[in-house]
């Protein structure tokens, strides 16, 4: 384990610190410090400048971090160093540790010399999936690695103002290391380091008045959605900019919610612990028949007969599907067993608002743009619109975003039969849920998003908005 943060022998052991501040150092110091090395052997002292080099860029040693020091042994030295030279990385982490040590940077040194750094370099040695494996361990275990919390994500990909807000985070982890309001590996710890995190996130922006390192990342990732799609579609650029201003507080649950979610929370309800399938993966004709009495949904389709099958009941399959893909219910061997998530469903609506309004939209990249497009165009409208005008708007901004689709070897736009059928199943758990209103006959059909839906709408699109970015935009 990490010995630089007290790990011993499987047992915590006082941690090794630091015995001052990085910004406490001036560049005579670290000057001081070589010659000193130096003294003692040229060649070390010659490796030492060169750390010193790697690690602040020429600004000076109050930029060296925890999170710095980590990067480069575990990251920068197995991956960027093109030399054939058996035990570098060893040789480089010992020069570090001899010039922490000089400096005061005891905890730093210890984890140079760490039995986690020498696994890393291990691994690398093996294969770079191996290293890179043990990387991600390693950063874990250190306690510096700022952790989601149970209302934010952070990005694999981060912006500026999201890369400064993490960068002040692990200052900020290091900093309880330091003081000792955190050791890592003692029972707790993982509080702590969540506690510290909410702590930076939710303090003042250094920069920006009356905002927060929260605030400020969400304000622009929006930014960063609303100008993604800009880029290439006017249309998707405007309609997303239209609500963008919506999206930057959370939105209060609807006092609506619970009726919007009942028919997921009363199938789950009747579900029990496990239902078994058919032989062609169906539910058993006698659960489905025992549901028709008091089920809280019509069937947009009805039959002229009495339901017998799940075939029978368009909306139990499609609940019974969407649940599937969240992960309420899950296939085991011949029977479908509802899960840690489906019995907090069942127990508890206000979670269950949650989960619907995360996972309104599902399928892959071209179910995604069709149905987060469609709620864009009703959300715009006050009043019900023709069934078909959106698909019309969703096939024009899918042309200016440059879809195709091929069809017998042929490649051109999607047509408007493909965003139609594809925005009906995108609608079907909508309209199961009563987020959506169909009013009209079959000549006239109108659409609109009811109140409830439309706060569905809006949870749905600042999840996605304002969720962390996990690819270049």
Request: with cysteine.
């Amino acid at each position: 384990m990490l010995a630089g943060l007290g790990w011993q022998t499987g047992l915590v052991s006082k941690p090794v610190r630091n015995r001052c501040r990085s910004s406490e150092l001036s560049e005579g110091d670290v000057a001081a410090a070589i010659e000193r090395i130096r003294a003692s052997d040229a060649d070390v002292a010659a490796d030492a400048e060169h750390v010193v080099d790697s690690l602040t860029w020429g600004e000076g040693p109050g930029v060296i971090r925890q999170s710095g020091v980590q990067e480069w042994l575990w990251y920068v030295l197995p991956t960027k160093y093109l030399t054939d030279e058996v035990g570098y990385m060893g040789r480089f982490a010992e020069t570090a540790a001899v010039l922490f040590d000089a400096l005061g940077l005891h905890g730093y040194a210890a984890i140079c010399r760490s039995e986690e750094t020498a696994k890393v370099h291990e691994a690398f040695d093996r294969s770079d999936a191996a290293g890179r494996s043990a990387l991600r361990k390693a950063i874990e275990r250190s306690g510096i690695e700022p952790p989601d919390l149970d209302d934010f994500a952070w990005s694999s990909v981060m912006p500026t103002e999201e890369a400064q807000a993490r960068s002040a985070v692990e200052a900020a982890l290091e900093e309880a290391i330091y003081t000792g309001e955190m050791t890592v590996g003692v029972r707790g710890w993982r509080d702590v380091q969540t506690r510290v995190c909410t702590r930076v996130l939710d303090g003042d922006h250094p920069e920006i008045p009356g905002q927060s390192w929260r605030t400020a990342i969400v304000t622009e990732r929006i930014e960063e959605w609303v100008s993604a799609a800009e880029r290439r579609s006017p249309k998707l650029s405007a309609a997303r900019a239209q609500i963008a201003n919506r999206l930057l507080h959370p939105l209060d649950r609807p006092g609506d919610a619970d009726a919007a979610v009942h028919p997921l929370v009363w199938l789950l309800e009747q579900w029990g612990d496990e239902q078994p399938l058919t032989q062609a993966g169906y539910l058993k004709p006698a659960f489905v028949q025992s549901l028709q009495a008091d089920r809280p949904w019509n069937d947009p389709l009805p039959l002229d007969r009495a339901v017998r099958t799940e075939l029978d009941d368009h909306v139990l399959r499609d609940l019974r599907a969407w649940l599937q893909r969240v992960g309420a219910l899950r296939k085991h061997k011949a029977s479908l067993r509802r899960t840690r998530l489906g019995r907090a469903i069942a127990a508890e609506p206000v979670g269950a608002w949650w989960v619907l309004t995360t996972n309104l939209v599902g399928g892959g990249d071209w179910e995604r743009f069709v149905a987060e497009t469609g709620l864009l165009f009703l959300l715009e409208r006050d009043e019900p619109v023709s069934d078909s005008s959106v698909p019309v708007f969703i096939r024009n901004c899918a042309i200016e975003m440059g879809w195709q689709t091929t069809t017998d070897g042929i490649t051109e736009p999607p047509s408007l039969r493909d965003v139609s059928w594809t925005f009906i199943d995108a609608r079907h758990v909508w309209d199961a849920c009563a987020l959506t209103a169909i009013s009209g006959d079959w000549g006239n059909r109108r659409v609109s998003l009811t109140d409830v839906g439309r706060a569905a709408a809006l949870s749905y699109l600042r999840h996605v908005a304002a969720g962390p970015k996990n690819s270049p935009r």
